[in-house]
């Protein structure tokens, strides 16, 4: 299988070309029509020469996706479903901010760490998806808006799809520079978020990156009994160790660091939970700030319940008056919510078979 062109550096084109006896400008030249121009074939690429040409058709493709499905919801919302080149379907999100264009990306095919709430790990992890097949899905949302010439652009990425992104740290570290280079897109790193699920030593890796991207944490528990429950992951990573890296994150960083927190009704949504994620985040509470996540039922798991409205405002209120910064997400937001962090293949495939 050959590699998307997408998937390399302005740095690690350069020295391609340069290893294939080119001259280094050209790299600029090809970025321009990549990134600039957006072309959809090496052939409009019109300033090369001809025996280059060759040698990119040769070594590389283009886009890596074919689009199977898109779906667009009346808030904006738009989903997409792509075939990669071995045949398995990734999904990415478009959704319609105050700010601007947001992407969530995929980026692993399915997951494992497998927390016990999440449609995505019911599928264990096939493989990581390549820098190129990242970068190709950002571009696809691109081109879907350069066809209609309104000028958007997308302008802000979340790292929330299918996959743990830091389990393909360095495939997502490509893609995140890719995208952040003032000649590719030039999406600034505060606008870029990666959610993690914890894993301590990447957390501690991405602290030490030059890029300052933003870094969110699927917390979803104050405490280790209720985590391990709902998260295997914190057997291997419990709260003290993560907390740690959090520490040194934010020392490092000195940004502000936010804690996903998935709203179950009678699991984590009690008020003695709000006390205790207080406690837990009471020497960062300049540095951080909690998302409550209204829960979006996975057929699958039908342990779970979304928690009540009356008892997440009461949860936030209790934060509040430990001077946590929260944030509810709105009812209107679940349909993107439901689109973003836990697409849900099945119901997509479905889609598909009607679609075709
Ligand atoms: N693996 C990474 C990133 C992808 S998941 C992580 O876990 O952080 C992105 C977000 O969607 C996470 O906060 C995840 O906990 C959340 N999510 C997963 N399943 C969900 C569900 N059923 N309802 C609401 N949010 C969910
Ligand atoms: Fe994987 Fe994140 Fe889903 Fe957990 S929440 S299974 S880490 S995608």
Redesign the pocket.
Known sequence: MKPSIYGLTQTELTDWLVNQGEKKFRATQIWDWLYQKRVLNFSEMKNLSKSLLEKLEENFILNPLKEIVVQESADGTVKYLFELEDKHMIETVLMRQKYGLSVCVTT?IG?????S?????LLKKQRNLTAGEIVAQIMQVQHYFDERNEGERVSHIVV?????PF?NYHNVMSFLTIMNDSKGLNIGARHMTV???GLVPKIKQFAKEPMQVNLAI?LHAPNNDVRTKM?V?NKAYPLERLMDAVDFYLAETNRRITFEYIMLSGVNDLPEHAEQLAELLKNKKKLSYVNLIPYNSVSEHDTYQRSTKKDIIAFYEILKKNGINAVMRQEFGTDIDAAC??LRSKQMKNKTKKAI
Request: hydrophobic residues 30%.
């Open positions: 692993q997951c494992n760490i497998g927390c709430f999440c449609a995505s790990g929330m799809g299918i996959g743990e389990d959610s993690t699920s699927s998260m992951i962090g836990q």
